[in-house]
């Protein structure tokens, strides 16, 4: 029994001593711990709050790695809890651009559908936006491509109205180029040329955009240098006022003589960007302004100069699109030139401008501000015809199909032709219009009736032994009557080789063929870069101010930037690359 208690004892001890040895050696762990973390405690400056983040202090190449590893720590644990300045982004980070969809016309078969019927339009917004993308190193989204407002963008040589007409209108066929056996035919406007010492007085209202989104180079500044050539061509019987808009709309300058220049100069160099965009009013504000000064035979207009990001206010669509139909009742009329890019609403001020009675430009620098308000300064002001429309009956014994090429947003139905309540496009001083239809010819004998269930659709035997290709009709009113006017005329179905065709047609046909390049449309045939190249550049002509040149150069970058395109002048399938 002692002996029992003697080792129950003797283990006890021994347990305790090891435990206590245990204790001891945890003891020295946490001890020699807390001389560390004293040790870098002291090396500690005061706090003092800062700002931005310093640069680490350089560290001592001598230093042991453990050393180096605590300093740098204990620097890290000094630094302020804030975020780092963000870099702005670059416009392709937050680009929200708009533009309409556009569904591209088909051809239709003339037994079931000989009459096309559209609204003109003088608009070239698309070709300067389209220079735009190209100049920057990209190739344009497909809906920003209408082809209509990029052939319309270049004059050509149509004659002079002769009779009481305000226009004269021009008709040619030719082989097309990009599909054999095809067929193009093309119908001219040109508008009566007033000079300008003969132009009615302007009762104009400039309403600017100065809201955040307009500060940019390319917005506000580059507005207010155009406005100034504008103003620069004012005569002492003109007036103009200037309203703004931002987080409100405002009057900067009430209507002032032209012969103030000086006054309306220090107007628009007072100018600055900040704030929301409350578009709709300022259009109320700038229409109200228009109706005070209201000129009872002179040309009474609203120039909307704008990004289009409206974004208080009346800024859907459909407000503003009623909004501005109301007013064009009172004889106001809206043109719109859009500025900038990344945030740019093409959809909406392609809209605004055609329920105003109005055309729209986009002007990406002072030369084009040059082109649209003084070289153009008469048919950008002055309305010389409104409501303008076009109807073609095609001759089914001469043509078996047929497709407008462009013009997508202005197709009326048939009987819109007649109808004096539907609004139309209108043509101004000066304006040239082209129209180009790619057209089927029927081969041989021509089907000469359409046998339906009900009925049957027979082809006149006049028309069988006619010569005539189609029949053109044109409707349009005064710019201050209210009942339209119309004019006929007769296409012969004669047609031209690409060698023998005019230089109109051929410069036509190259830009009609580049825009169906850059949708990638169904309808581009064999279109290619050097085909067009080579149509642009024998079509040139005099190019007294250069932009056909521009317009081949563009086709040049084009087709550097094309994807598809492996060597100059070759194509191949792969899709148009949509950048932006």
Same mark, same amino acid.
């Given at each position: 029994m002692y002996t029992l208690k003697s080792r129950y004892e003797g283990a006890m001890r021994s347990f305790m001593s090891r435990w206590f040895a245990v204790c001891l050696l945890l003891a020295a762990f946490v001890l020699a711990g807390c001389t560390g973390r004293e040790a870098v405690k002291a090396e500690e400056k005061p706090f003092v709050p800062i700002t931005e983040?310093? &640069?680490?202090?350089?560290?001592a190449y001598e230093m042991d790695a453990s050393r180096q590893k605590s300093a740098t720590m204990a620097t890290m644990v000094r630094m302020p809890m804030t975020l780092p300045q963000l870099q702005p982004a670059s416009p392709a980070d937050y680009n929200t651009e708009g533009y309409d969809r556009v569904n591209e016309n088909g051809f239709l078969e003339v037994l079931k559908n000989p009459l096309s019927t559209f609204s003109i339009d003088v608009d070239t917004a698309s070709y300067t936006n389209v220079r735009r993308f190209i100049n920057d190193g990209s190739l344009p989204p497909p809906d920003a491509v209408r082809i209509e407002e990029m052939i319309n963008y270049f004059t050509y040589d149509y004659p002079q109205p002769s009779g009481d007409a305000p226009f004269s209108f021009t008709t040619e066929v030719m082989a097309a180029p990009w599909k054999s056996g095809n067929r193009l035919l093309l119908v001219g406007l040109q508008g009566v040329r007033i000079p300008v010492n003969k132009l009615p007085p302007a009762n $104009? =209202?400039? $309403?600017?955009? =100065?809201?955040?989104?307009?500060?940019?180079?390319?917005? $506000?500044p580059l507005l207010v240098k155009s406005f100034k050539l504008l103003v620069g061509q004012l005569r002492q019987q003109d007036r103009v006022a200037i309203v703004v808009y931002a987080g409100q709309a405002g009057l900067v300058l009430p209507s002032t003589s032209g012969n103030e220049k000086q006054k309306i100069l220090a107007a628009l160099d007072s100018l600055r960007a900040g704030g929301s965009t409350a578009g709709g009013q300022g259009i109320q504000l700038a229409y109200q302004v228009a109706r005070e000064n209201y000129l009872k035979?002179?040309?009474n207009r609203v120039i909307l100069a704008t990004d289009g990001d409206f974004n208080v206010g009346a800024s859907s669509d459909a407000d503003m699109e009623r909004l501005i139909e109301e007013r064009r009742k009172d004889g106001v009329f809206l043109s719109v030139l859009g500025y900038g890019m990344g945030n740019y609403k093409d959809s909406k001020m392609q809209? #605004?401008?055609?329920?105003?009675?109005g055309n729209y430009a986009y002007i990406d620098t002072l030369l084009e501000a040059k082109k649209v308000l003084l070289s153009q300064f008469g048919g950008t002001m002055m309305t010389i015809a409104k409501d303008v429309k076009m109807q073609v009956e095609f001759n089914p014994a001469k043509v078996k199909s047929y497709r407008l090429i462009g013009y997508e947003k202005r197709m009326l139905k048939a009987e819109d032709f007649a109808d004096d309540k539907k609004d139309a496009g209108e043509l101004g001083s000066g304006h040239t219009v082209t129209a180009l239809y790619e057209i089927v010819p029927a081969e041989g004998a021509a089907a000469d009736k359409q046998e339906l269930t009900y009925q049957t659709t027979q082809v006149k035997e006049s028309a069988l032994a006619s010569a005539e290709l &189609?029949?053109?009709?044109?409707?349009?009113k005064e710019p201050q009557e209210?009942?339209?006017r119309e004019l006929v005329r007769k296409i012969s179905a004669v047609s031209e080789s690409l060698n023998k065709a005019s230089t109109n047609i051929r410069f036509a046909a190259a830009v009609a063929e580049w825009g169906m390049l850059l949708r990638n449309s169904e309808y581009k045939g064999s279109a290619g870069y050097g085909q067009i #190249?080579? #149509?642009a550049r024998k079509a040139k002509g005099a190019d007294a101010e250069g932009y056909r040149a521009e317009f081949i150069r563009l086709v040049?970058? &084009?087709? $550097?930037?094309d994807a598809r395109t492996q060597t100059p002048g070759v194509t191949t399938d792969k899709a148009i690359p949509t950048i932006r």
């Open positions: 983040i310093p &640069a680490p202090a350089p560290i $104009l =209202v400039f $309403l600017i955009d =100065v809201s955040g989104s307009m500060s940019e180079e390319n917005k $506000l035979e002179g040309n809209k #605004l401008a055609d329920r105003g009675n &189609a029949t053109i009709r044109f409707r349009y209210e009942t339209s #190249l080579d #149509l040049e970058m &084009a087709e $550097l930037i």
